[in-house]
Each structure stands twice: as structure tokens, then as C-alpha cells.
């Protein structure tokens, strides 16, 4: 018998996605992939320009969703401390009392990432990696459901950090927003959407549903031969001769996560070989280092590569 419930929550899916749609004016594809990314219980690296509606995706993500949002502007003078909060000392009470940092919310907007030191940019690791922080050897809980979006200008240099690797590999998919239709944006000139329009937004979706649909999301069926059309992928990655660095057995895991996220988005319990490939470049492309462009600062990405992988790596019908 059919679970009513759980076919409530992914009708609310949709809800969410035309919620975000009456103040985000940019790629619906784009806002989808990011629904992936939560109902993953995964993070996301936002790589483009200013301007695009960043802030205002995260703002109306977590409105749509009953959520608290928070926005970190990461500079080269901020401290970890600045992100995940501070012991402070109370001279009535004797002790240190915790006083959480902008880390403590369900969707964190990590604006400029790379723009801030690597020490920084390290006290989101523990956040990203097991959805709680440390202080002063004591461990916090985050709130549930968790995510970081941060942002990036692929093409500013000047006084940024690159992200290494492993900070790199804690984001599940890397996308770009893109600029909108010129339809969208002559909505943007005609509304001039504002912190006015965000407040306007009404809840579709509890907390605990996302919750609830993240843990369906791992419940999702995957044959057999859609698992071995992945490993392909994952292990093409490994041999291609212009390729340093291939995709980890993490990368793997993330694309098998996110296909199913796909299936439940499409409200499927099964997942098709279209879940996997259309998500094999947001998924893999941070994760894999060319090597022509090991050394680059640009750290260009290896889209081309992962196109050739895709073309010749056999479909399961």
C-alpha cells in the first residue's frame, strides 16, 4: 500500500519549487539541483558571478521550508570562532557559557568562500562532514535539516584562497546559477524583488518532512545495473590518461545519493540511468584534477573530460 504521507511530502516538492519561483527569477534547473542537494543531506558550492540571486535562493529556500538562514561574509579577517561561536566566561554564574556562532542554522550561506583564510575555511569541515561542532572540547549538535551553500567567483583572483581539496570533496555538487532568460529578467526589472517579497513567502514544507524525505531518499531502490553503470563512470575517471586525480569512493557514494534524490524529486521509488548521468558533472567535476591544469590557479574544471567519459561508458537500457 502506498505511504499517503511520504506522497504528501514529495507533492510539497513541488510546492517548494514554485514557492521559490515567485522571488527567484533565475534557472528552475539550477533550484532543483539544490532541492537535491538537501534531500541528499549534502552541501552545495554555488561557483558564479555576483548578482545572480544567491543570497535570494538561500533566503527563500529556508523560508519554503520553515527553516532558519543565515548568512557568514567570509573575509580574510574573519576568525573560526566567528563561524562557529564562542565559550565566553560569566562572572555571576562562574562559568563559560556557549554562545553559538552564525553556523547554527539549517541552511548556511557561506558567501565568497574562497576569499577567507584556509584556518576559516577548515571550522566548516567538521560542520559539513558530521552536522555538529567542537569547542573547547565539547561537541555541539547542529540543527536538522543542515546545509551549506556557499558561493565563489569563478573568475576573481585577487585575494582569495583556493579551496583544497578535501574541503572541496565535502560538497556533494558544484553549480552554476547562471544568468536568467531574458524573460526572468525583465520580471527582475519590473518587480525588483526584495527583502519586502521574502517576507511575503509563506511555508510549504515542515522541517520534519525534509527530514523525513531524506531518510526515504536512502531507502530508494537501485538495480544492480544502474550500480555498475556507475562504477563505470567512477572507475573512467580513474584510468582516463589526461586525469591526475580520479573520483574518490566519496565521489561515488554522493552520485548514488543524489540519483536517488533525483528518483524521489520525480517521485519515483526506483532510480533510471537518466539519475546518474545527468548529475555526473555537478557531482565529479570538483572532485577530479586534470593533468594539464594540475597546477593552474585557475583550477580549470574537467568538463570536456567528463564528456568523453559519458559518450563512451555504455548506458544500461
Not at 64 to 88: A, F
Not at 186 to 191: H, P, Y
Not at 285 to 312: M, T, V, W
Request: charged residues 25%; glycine residues 4%.
Amino acid at each position: 500500500m502506498a505511504d499517503t504521507k511520504l506522497d504528501v511530502n514529495r507533492e510539497s516538492l513541488k510546492a517548494v519549487l514554485a514557492n521559490i519561483r515567485k522571488v527567484y527569477y533565475g534557472d528552475i534547473q539550477a533550484v532543483r539541483k539544490i532541492l537535491i542537494c538537501l534531500l541528499s543531506a549534502g552541501h552545495v558550492l554555488v561557483e558564479d558571478v555576483p548578482g545572480v540571486g544567491k543570497t535570494i535562493l538561500a533566503k527563500a529556500l529556508a523560508k519554503s521550508i520553515r527553516c532558519r538562514c543565515n548568512r557568514i561574509q567570509l573575509t580574510p579577517d574573519l576568525l573560526p570562532s566567528d563561524i562557529t561561536g564562542v565559550s565566553i566566561y560569566n562572572s555571576t554564574t562562574g562559568e563559560f557559557e556557549f554562545k553559538p556562532g552564525p553556523v547554527f542554522a539549517n541552511i548556511v550561506l557561506a558567501d565568497e568562500i574562497n576569499r577567507t583564510t584556509p584556518r576559516t575555511q577548515s571550522a566548516l569541515l567538521e560542520a559539513m562532514s558530521e552536522g555538529q561542532v567542537t569547542i573547547d572540547g565539547i561537541t555541539h549538535e547542529l540543527p536538522k535539516p543542515f546545509m551549506v551553500l556557499a558561493t565563489q567567483n569563478p573568475f576573481e583572483f585577487e585575494g582569495t584562497y583556493f579551496l583544497p581539496e578535501n574541503q572541496l570533496d565535502r560538497f556533494i555538487m558544484r553549480i552554476r546559477l547562471g544568468y536568467p532568460q531574458a524573460e526572468d529578467e525583465l520580471r527582475v526589472l519590473k518587480d525588483e524583488p526584495s527583502d519586502n517579497h521574502l517576507d511575503s513567502l509563506k511555508p510549504v514544507i515542515s522541517p520534519e518532512q525534509i527530514i523525513e524525505l531524506q531518510l526515504q531518499t536512502r531507502r530508494i531502490e537501485i538495480d544492480e545495473r544502474i550500480t555498475d553503470y556507475l562504477m563505470d563512470i567512477i572507475q573512467a575517471t580513474r584510468n582516463h590518461p589526461d586525469l591526475l586525480v580520479g573520483a574518490s569512493p566519496r565521489a561515488a557514494l554522493a552520485l548514488q545519493r543524489v540519483a536517488k534524490a533525483s528518483a524521489i524529486i520525480a517521485k519515483r521509488d526506483y532510480c533510471l540511468p537518466d539519475d546518474v548521468k545527468h548529475f555526473v558533472l555537478p557531482v565529479l567535476g570538483h572532485r577530479i584534477i586534470s593533468k594539464k591544469f594540475a597546477h593552474e590557479p585557475s583550477r580549470q574544471n574537467c568538463d570536456l573530460i567528463i564528456q568523453q567519459i559519458l559518450d563512451s561508458v555504455s548506458v544500461p537500457s
